[in-house]
């Protein structure tokens, strides 16, 4: 299997489907945590809603229109977490970076040294030049990543997006290319 190292505790690689099972169960295990941020993470989540998000991932690299990686963490390797570049715009060279970790995976700095490595990623292999992280006003932790990556908070979108509990805000952070290479 292709995976990235990033350091000597994350491997980053891309989502296999015999993942489905285990990511299917990490989701519903950590529904609490993650379902109030993310509208996908629910107690009904199933292996088959695993498959099609691998599945639709796995596309998405193929046809070079995203990339969404499983970050897995020494020293089994297990899977932690997901991060990756989606909303791709070709014509103006942008695009959007979102991640999630296991609760307890929390506070060692594993994801924003995945994100600073899926940035280089954005404005390298994929020639963006920009790139926006989307996070709820109050989801600290979330907005606490591109603060530590240099990124500016550029906006508050009302209402951006549906979530089961209604819609939510979301403040967007945004990065150019050129600020990366000059940080
Ligand atoms: C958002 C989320 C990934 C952030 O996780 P996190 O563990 O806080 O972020 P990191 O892995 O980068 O860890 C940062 C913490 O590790 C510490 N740390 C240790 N070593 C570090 C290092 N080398 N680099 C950066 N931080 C480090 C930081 O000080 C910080 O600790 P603090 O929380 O006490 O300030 C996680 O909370 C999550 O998945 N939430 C639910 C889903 C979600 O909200 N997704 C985003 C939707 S927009």
């Known amino acids: ?24 169960e990490l989701v519903r295990a950590e529904a609490g945590h993650l379902g109030r941020w993310l509208p996908f993470a629910t107690p009904a989540y199933q292996e088959s809603d695993a498959l099609t998000y691998i599945d639709r991932s796995r596309r998405d690299w ?10 897995t963490r020494a020293p089994g390797w297990d899977v932690v977490g997901s991060v990756g570049l989606h909303t791709l715009d070709r014509v103006n060279r942008k695009g959007e970076l979102g991640y999630w970790l296991s609760e307890r995976q929390q506070g060692r700095g594993i994801m924003t040294r995945a994100a600073a490595a899926m940035v280089d990623t954005a404005f390298t292999i994929f020639d963006l030049n920009r790139l926006e992280i989307r996070a709820q006003p109050g989801n600290s932790r979330s907005r606490a990543i591109p603060e530590r990556l240099g990124f500016t908070q550029e906006a508050l979108l009302r209402d951006d997006i549906r979530h089961p509990h209604g819609y939510v805000d979301h403040v967007v952070y945004g990065l150019l290319r050129k600020e990366w290479a000059g940080r």
């Open 1 to 24: 299997m292709f995976y990235w190292p990033i350091d000597d505790e994350i491997r980053l690689r891309l989502w296999e489907r015999q993942d489905a099972f285990a990511l299917a």
């Open 62 to 71: 193929a046809m070079y229109v995203g990339l969404e990686l499983a970050v």
